[in-house]
């Protein structure tokens, strides 16, 4: 194995533990009706390197699945919507604070119908709290995380490696 390999297999395996962390710390925020999943401030990672992605769908279906009360099956739909909203995050990364409304989309749509289905609940309310609840995660804690991880020498340097 090259390296570089190895560096990439390690950020993504720590990106993945990083984030099944703070969903264990704060499940009574992260999962049912109303989340604010504080892990979710790890995808502003995807600015910096795209890969992280990997890390972030990884760690998103390890954390439903060890402690959703939904289990495997949330593993799955979430990490659904994880790929589809970092993809679109992706496609519009040029633009940071639209890029960030994706997550909250895709999560909205796709958690929101899970949750609707299975505990038969309506549709939008809960598509609506899921959505508010990423995107308070994402532009009141990621955003200005990025805001200071994109100046920061250290951080750039060790990233980029």
Known sequence: MNK???????????L??????LVYAFQFLSFEKIQFRIAELLIIFVFFDKKSIIGLTIGTFVANWLFSPFG???ALVGSLATIIGLVLLII???HKLVALIFPAISNAII??????ILDQI?????AIWVFIGEAVVLYVLGF???KVLKDHPFFIETFHQ
């Open 122 to 126: 309506p549709f939008v309310p809960i």
């Open 16 to 21: 993945a533990t990083v984030y099944v962390v």
């Open 92 to 94: 519009f990364n040029k």
């Open 144 to 146: 200005p995380m990025y």
């Open 111 to 116: 958690i929101g119908l899970m949750i609707s």
């Open 72 to 74: 495997i099956l949330d």
């Open 4 to 14: 570089r390999l190895i560096y990439t297999f390690t950020t993504q395996a720590m």
